[in-house]
């Protein structure tokens, strides 16, 4: 059987898994809704991840198994608590996935790290040298990589852009902060502030659909999280000297809806010269970048 590595990818809408071999191909894949569980029943998701870990799984073992997860995370300690998934408040990610595949190396990554790991690999970042990517979805999630490496930092945090603070007169965020980029420019905080204005959607895609058929309200809601992420992304830039940005997630399946009025802003907060040459661009892997991701971050020397 073709050596492979076993990926996971964790986040409050989906679980996803998937065998990918060492060229970042995916042999096998399969994802299911995350449970809706309450705190303190963290065995409701993590039952939901055993048995699709088990189902993805070859006969022969892998080379090692990779979780992309939502954070915060703790690198050293193996655990996640995931803003969106309340069951889970330091579950011992690492420990969980040891039992379910003995005897293979196991590692923890962002999801959004993984993300950008996974489109600087075999997506839309081929070739950068300095590159963020970003998710934009229920929640914002971001990841670097830097020197043509994926960098997660020391806590495995590094690049987070949806918790930069781009309002300091703002809505309070789940993460303690004010004004963060995600209390404007996710898809629920979109849909929120549209339907403060008068909308009457459901949701995020409901949302583009509107804003793609001119409706006034939509439109805004795209221009005014557009101008949010810009900030963020400018200020990143700033610091990293970005090659290139790359955006996915589901709000970035709106298309040029959101990537329009992003482009413009970009330019019209990057004031120096070297922030003006970075490169705005939407994802290529789809919902297999974290997953391709998680396997780079094992593979890689």
């Known amino acids: 059987m073709t050596p492979y590595v076993l990926a996971a990818d964790i986040g409050g809408t989906k679980l996803a898994a998937a065998m990918i071999d060492k060229d970042g191909a995916v042999i096998r894949r399969k994802e299911v809704p995350t449970p809706v569980a309450p705190a303190g029943r963290a065995e409701v998701v993590s039952a939901a991840l055993t048995g699709l870990l088990k189902e993805i799984a070859g006969d022969a073992p892998p080379l090692a198994v990779s979780v992309a997860s939502a954070g915060p995370l703790d690198l050293l300690a193996g655990t996640v608590s995931p803003v969106n998934i309340p069951a889970w408040r330091g579950f011992p990610i690492l420990a969980h996935v040891a039992e379910i ?85 996710s898809g629920p905080s979109m849909v929120r502030w549209a339907c403060e204005q008068g909308w009457n959607g459901l949701d995020a895609r409901q949302l583009a659909e509107a804003a793609r058929d001119g409706e006034t309200v939509p439109l805004a809601a795209f221009e005014r999280a557009a101008d949010a992420l810009a900030r963020g992304i400018v200020s990143v830039a700033t610091i990293c000297d970005l090659d290139q940005v790359v955006i996915g997630g589901g709000v970035a399946g709106a298309g040029e809806v959101l990537f329009a009025p992003l482009r413009r802003a970009v330019a019209g907060h990057a004031k120096l010269g070297y922030v003006r040459r970075i490169q705005v661009t939407p994802a290529a892997l789809g919902r297999d970048g974290g997953l391709v991701g998680a396997a780079r971050m094992v593979l890689l020397p």
């Open 101 to 185: 595949v003995p005897g293979v190396p196991s590692r923890l990554v962002g999801d959004a790290v993984a993300a950008a790991a996974g489109e600087h690999w075999r997506g839309a970042g081929r070739g950068s040298a300095t590159m963020l990517g970003i998710v934009v979805s229920t929640g914002i999630g971001g990841g670097l990589v830097l020197d043509g490496v994926p960098f997660a930092g020391p806590t495995g945090n590094a690049g987070h852009i949806g918790h930069i603070s781009v309002d300091p007169a703002g809505s309070p965020c789940p993460c303690g902060g004010i004004g963060c980029v995600e209390t404007i420019s």
